[in-house]
Each structure stands twice: as structure tokens, then as C-alpha cells.
């Protein structure tokens, strides 16, 4: 039958392209991927430092908002999610960290047999292309391309220099035996152009006749016989249509999405479902809760000397990508960064994560500030505040809500004051003051407790991370197993950053991708204790 897989994978994100990949390689399997975005053609996703430009493409995003935020002076956060083959690894900002070794054993304790570290740590190396070769951490060889920035502006180097003024130590490899100091970040690159999973497991599968994929084509839910699910509904050029599964559908919606395709499966609470009409095929309580987000506040100070990215020429800055892909444009603008210990956390893994941008970022960078300045981005990395998807609508075209919950626990503001102390102890060193004007935020007259509360209040954003919303687990409670099927129901996998039990301490496409990697195995039953040096030999 010409609509019937073997395998029918939604979203083409992230996880969805790697799992493209691993499943179709074996020619037996048939594979649908499904993508409500377009193509990825437009050429500021490839050029690195054309994610500065893509905020203004509404079409690769799915320009998501959260409800009024309670502790944020009920704002409505932007979120912007990649609606484009390659997902939000299209649009993000290519830092490639992969977390704390202690955050997969917090998964694996949490009751989530084979993904602590040491099992994880495979699927890392299997997925990885790294430029400076092999070691016991790295590998070489995989799809996903990870190199050192081939261009840095020279404030970043500063910001290392004043951290380590600052006393703390130096870190040439975030990914390496120590997660803790400060460096230039790794980024997600081939040749200075983004390696998107798109570019890096779609590209090469696409050949494949066993695999289809279809973009600008929206899953609107899912098709169920009792408690197996079947197939899925998509809607595509206005056409609505459906899609058989012979063996699984494997949701890689992301962490907003996937969450809100159960519910309008009918797969979710009870309560929420009945509120919008959907009727409750099995009651889920947990689908869309736990929703968890690094929530991130900028330090902005004027810069006295017009040597950041601010008021870069463009057309200059493009030929010279364009022509030799060099220079500014393959900056991924979040160039140096590093992990803290706050010394409020319980133990001495770095709980603070910074990112250090050469421009002025404020609003997502929506709002343009005249002049020159930089920008010190700080983030706890294990907030406890916990958030919700839910439903506006029974229409799958209409955004779901999100209640991100953010500052609820009273312990999370008192991170990110020390975020705001912590950045300033850092601009403030000599090596800054060359470069060093005024304190545009939190501004420098901004000294007391209260007055930090009140611009954390008012200005703190998402850095991008939310996962946690179809949470996996061997509890009754828990959205999908270990195997991250779900739970009560045949035929239906999660595999994206929803699943993460926990966040980790760090960006999160590294570990997504290695979710999406394990995953495959766990689908075609390959999953299996294996050495280690066996593991990156096979990759
Ligand atoms: C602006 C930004 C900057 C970031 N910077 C970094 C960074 O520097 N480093 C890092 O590690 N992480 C970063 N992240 C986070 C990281 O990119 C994400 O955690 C990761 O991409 C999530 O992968 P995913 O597969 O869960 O979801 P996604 O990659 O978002 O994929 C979901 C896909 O499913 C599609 N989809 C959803 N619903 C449907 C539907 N109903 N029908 C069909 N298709 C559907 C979407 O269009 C999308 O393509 C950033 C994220 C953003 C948004």
C-alpha cells in the first residue's frame, strides 16, 4: 500500500533527522518522515552568523510564546522553536556541549536503566565528527560534524582572559574529563557552515528509496485502533491525509509539540482534554508537566572602542562567507562561555552556565540598541521550577500553551542573582578595560538586592532549552519507559528533547541527538551493553 511505512517519524528536528537516518539505512525498512516546515534552503541557516538574521523568517519558526509568566511581571516569553528540515538545529546557536556526566547518572537513578553515563557516553561518540580528532570522550567519523570556531572575535578571548582574572580556571574542551572553566565553545560545524542534523544525517539518507520525506506537511494527530496506534493524520498543500504505520510511529515533535500531538490524540490528562473536547483515549496525567528551561539573564555594557559585531558591514561580511567561507559570518556569535559553581548547589558540578556574545543581545535580538557594546549571558543549569504544556484548542493549528513556571521555587531566583553577581565580577576585571563603557543592564546604579530583583524580574529570557514534557521513567506516573515507549499504548514512541527525565547542565542538541541515536538502537532491537572501543569502531 503506497501510504503504508514500516516507520512513520514526526518532525524533522533534531532527533527526527537522526532517526531518519539510522532506520532507513536498513533498505528493508520503509520510513516516512514527516515535517510541518519547509525545505532548508534559505542560506542564513547555513551561514552561521545568519542566525542573527533568522529571527526575521517567521516561516522557519514556530514563534512560540508562553502564557503571562507570574515571577516575570507577566510577560509572555518568546520561544522560538525551528520549523524547517532540521528543526531547531537549523536555527540554534551551534554550541556543542553535552552536558554533565553526573546528569545521565541523575536519569539512570531517577529510574532510567541504560542512560546513565557510561551507556550514554557510545552514542555520543557514534554521532560525533570531531575536528581534533579521536580520544576516549570524542569520536571521529560521525555525521554530526564538531569543530573550533574558524573565527572569534578578539572581545571573546578578553572574556576568557577577565574569567581567569576572575579566578577561575581556563577550558579548552567543555566536553572533556573536567565541564568546569572557560573557553571558546565547540561548535556544530563542517568547513565553517552549520551542521544541522539536516546536513548531517538527512543529506545522506535522502537517496535512499526507502525513505520519504515530506515537508510542509502537519501532523494533526494520531490514528489509534483501541489502545494501538496505527498511523497519523497530516494535513499537506490543504490536503488532509492519512499515513499507516506497520510497525511504529515515533514522535520527534520537540518538547512542545510532541506533548500537544498526544493531546490531541486523546493521550494526556483527562481533565485538560475534556476542557477542549478531545476525548480521552487513556488518561496520561503526566503528558506536557514537568517542563523544565534554562532561563538566562543578560549583563549589557557599551563598548568604547567598535570592534564587536554590532555595526559590522553586512555586505562585507557576506561576500567574504560566501566567497571563501571565512570570517565573521562563520561565527556562531555566542562564541566563549564557561560552567561555574555557584557554591549553592549540593555538590561541586558546575550549576552556571555563560555565554558570551561581542554584540549587543537584547530581546532575542529584536530590539537593535544603537552603538557598541557585549553581552554576558548566565543561566542556572538545574532550575526546580517545573511548567506545564497544555491546550487552548482542540485545532492542531492553534499554538498549546505554555506555562513555563518559571522563579516558582523561591531557590531558582537566588541562582540567578547570583548569575547577575557573578557576571559583573567577570566585566569588571582589568583585562575589560579598554573596551569597558557603561552598564547598559542591568545598569550601573542597579546595586541592591531588590533593585537586581526587579530587573531579573523584568528582563530575564529562555536561552532555548525546554524538555522534560513527556518524561521518561520506569514509574506508573512516567509519559514513556526506558525505551521511551509509551506507556499504555502500542505502536508510539517519543524520541526528542521531551523525554529528558531532568535538564542537563548544558545546551541540550548534543544530548538530543544522542537520545535519538540510542533510540534507533532500542527500535531495531540492536540495544545492547557493547565496549565501548566496539561502539566507535561499528560508528
Ligand atoms: C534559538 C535557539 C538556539 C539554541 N542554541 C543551542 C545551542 O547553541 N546549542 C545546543 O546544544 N542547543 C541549542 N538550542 C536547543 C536545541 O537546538 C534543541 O534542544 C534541540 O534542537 C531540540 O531537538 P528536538 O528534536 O527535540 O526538537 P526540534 O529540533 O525543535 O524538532 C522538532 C521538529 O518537529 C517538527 N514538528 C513539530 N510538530 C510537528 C507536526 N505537528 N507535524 C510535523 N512536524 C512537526 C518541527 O517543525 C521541528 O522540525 C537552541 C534552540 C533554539 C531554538
Redesign the pocket.
Known amino acids: 500500500m503506497a501510504n503504508t511505512y514500516d516507520y512513520i517519524i ?9 532517526l531518519a537516518n539510522r532506520l532507513s539505512a536498513d533498505p528493508a525498512n520503509r520510513v516516512l518522515l ?4 519547509p525545505r532548508d534552503w534559505n542560506p542564513f541557516i547555513h551561514m552561521p552568523a545568519g ?1 542573527a538574521k ?2 526575521n523568517f517567521k516561516s522557519l ?2 514563534n512560540y510564546s508562553t502564557e503571562p509568566e507570574p515571577a516575570l511581571n507577566n510577560r509572555r516569553l518568546y ?19 553535552r552536558g554533565h556526566r553526573s546528569d545521565y547518572q541523575d536519569w539512570a537513578a531517577a529510574g532510567n536503566p541504560g542512560w546513565g553515563w557510561d551507556e550514554v557516553l557510545p552514542y555520543f561518540i557514534r554521532s560525533q565528527n570531531q575536528a581534533r580528532g579521536s580520544s576516549d570522550l570524542h569520536g571521529v567519523g560521525g555525521p554530526l560534524s564538531v569543530e573550533d570556531l574558524s573565527f572569534a572575535n578578539p572581545l571573546s578571548e578578553v572574556f576568557i582572559q577577565a574569567a581567569e582574572q576572575a579566578g577561575f580556571a581556563a577550558n579548552r574542551d567543555f566536553n572533556g574529563p573536567t565541564q568546569r572553566g572557560f573557553g571558546l ?1 565547540q ?2 560545524q563542517r568547513g565553517g557552515r552549520r551542521c544541522s ?1 539536516a546536513v548531517g544525517y538527512l543529506r545522506p539518507a535522502r537517496p535512499r528509496p526507502n525513505l520519504t520525506v515530506l515537508t510542509g ?4 494527530n494520531l490514528e489509534l485502533a483501541g489502545d494501538c496506534v496505527t498511523g ?1 493524520r ?1 494535513q499537506r498543500r490543504g490536503m488532509i491525509r492519512t499515513a499507516h504505520a506497520s510497525r511504529e510511529v515515533l514522535l ?7 506533548p ?2 498526544l493531546m490531541l490524540s486523546g493521550i494526556g490528562p483527562a481533565r485538560e482534554l475534556e476542557r477542549v473536547g478531545i476525548d480521552v483515549r487513556h488518561d496520561l496525567d503526566e503528558v506536557g508537566a514537568n517542563l523544565q528551561d534554562h532561563l538566562d539573564v543578560c549583563t549589557l555594557t557599551r563598548c568604547s572602542q567598535p570592534i564587536t559585531y554590532d555595526q559590522l558591514s553586512e555586505i562585507r561580511v557576506g561576500l567574504k562567507y560566501f566567497l571563501y567561507h571565512e570570517g565573521e559570518g562563520t561565527s ?1 556569535i ?1 562564541e566563549a562561555g564557561g560552567f561555574l559553581v555557584s557554591g549553592r548547589g549540593r555538590d561541586d558540578r558546575p550549576d552556571i552556565q555563560m ?1 558570551f556574545v561581542p554584540a549587543l543581545l537584547d530581546d ?1 535580538g529584536r530590539n537593535r540598541l544603537p552603538g557598541d557594546g557585549y553581552t554576558v549571558h548566565a543561566c542556572p543549569l538545574r532550575p526546580q521550577s517545573r511548567g506545564r504544556i497544555g491546550l487552548h484548542s482542540a485545532d ?1 493549528r492553534q499554538p498549546p500553551a505554555i506555562r513555563a513556571n518559571y522563579l516558582s521555587e523561591p531557590e531558582d531566583l537566588e541562582m540567578m542573582l547570583e548569575c547577575v553577581r557573578l557576571s559583573r565580577a567577570i566585566l569588571n576585571q582589568p583585562a575589560f578595560k579598554p573596551f569597558r563603557g557603561h552598564e547598559i543592564y542591568p545598569g550601573n546604579e542597579v546595586e541592591s538586592r531588590q533593585g537586581m530583583i526587579e530587573f531579573i524580574r523584568a528582563k530575564a529570557e529562555s ?5 522534560g514534557t513527556c518524561r521518561m521513567g520506569s514509574d506508573e506516573r512516567a509519559v514513556v519507559d526506558p525505551q521511551l515507549r509509551v506507556r499504555g499504548i502500542e505502536g508510539l514512541r517519543v ?4 523525554v529528558m527525565p531532568s535538564l542537563v547542565g ?8 544522542m ?2 541515536e540510542k533510540a534507533s538502537d532500542l527500535i531495531l532491537g540492536l540495544a545492547r551493553a557493547r565496549p565501548r572501543a566496539a561502539e566507535a569502531e561499528a560508528a
Open positions: 514526526v518532525g524533522a528536528g533534531s532527533a527526527g533527522c537522526v514527516l515535517e510541518a516546515g542566525l533568522l529571527v519558526n514556530w520561544w522560538p522553536r525551528g520549523k524547517v528540515l532540521g528543526g531547531s538545529s537549523s536555527i540554534n546557536a551551534m554550541c556543542f556541549i565553545y561548535v556544530t542534523t506537511a502537519l501532523t494533526l497519523v497530516y520527534a515533535g520537540g518538547s512542545i509539540n510532541s500537544q500531538l556562531n555566542a555565554h532575542h492542531p536561552i532555548y532549552h525546554p524538555v524520541v526528542d528533547a521531551s548544558g545546551n541540550t542538541n548534543a544530548p538530543t541527538v537520545i535519538a
